[in-house]
């Protein structure tokens, strides 16, 4: 970074399988996302400006199939030049002054993890999941099973079903 002059520095970056398999424990081992980077450089402090476009397998939640999910995502990381190497804040790193680059393949890595949704299922398609119908009626029995489950418990907690109903 020494050899770069203060102003904005473009560069981008294909991560496909060979970035997440160069990763230690990454979840994602197949994707294609292009990553556009612009680093603003200003005495003492830079900033960098990721754009991440494209898209990862993941394991569906739902049928436990893998499927091809979107990324699409921009976040923003600020650089502060010190003594030591630590995260001041979410989005805010110090490095030391004597540092000529950075390493951002980890923070590439957690900014896909962070776009993925909080749950991960197949997309529909016209009204219509596209998850694994055999592994969908699997669920739905096993869901009409837990019901009769339910509705068969314990027959002493009848009796507490009884003291609420003397109340009202």
């Known amino acids: 970074m020494s ?12 991560l496909d399988h060979k970035f997440f398999a160069g990763l ?8 294609n996302v292009r990553a556009d980077v612009v680093m603003e ?12 476009k494209g898209e990862v397998e993941v394991v569906c939640d739902r049928c436990l ?4 999910a979107r990324i699409d995502t921009e976040q ?8 030591e190497l630590k995260e001041l804040e979410d989005n805010v790193l110090m490095i030391h002054r004597d540092d000529y680059e950075i390493e ?3 923070i590439l890595y957690e900014y896909i993890i962070l776009a993925l949704p909080f ?24 869901q009409g099973t ?14 507490l079903k009884g003291i609420i109903d003397k109340k009202e």
Not at 76 to 83: D, H, S, Y
């Open 119 to 142: 749950k991960r299922v197949h997309p529909d398609v016209d009204g219509q999941p596209e998850c694994n119908p055999d592994m969908l009626d699997r669920l739905e029995a096993q």
């Open 65 to 68: 199939e893998a499927f091809m």
């Open 3 to 14: 050899g770069l002059g203060d102003g904005l520095h473009d560069f981008s970056f294909e």
């Open 104 to 106: 951002i393949s980890q």
């Open 41 to 52: 450089k200003k005495p003492g402090v830079f900033s960098l400006h990721f754009t991440l």
């Open 76 to 83: 923003t990381l600020f650089i502060r030049i010190g003594e």
């Open 146 to 159: 837990e019901e009769e489950e339910v509705e068969s418990f314990d027959p002493r907690w009848d009796k």
């Open 24 to 31: 230690d424990h990454s979840e994602i081992q197949e994707g």
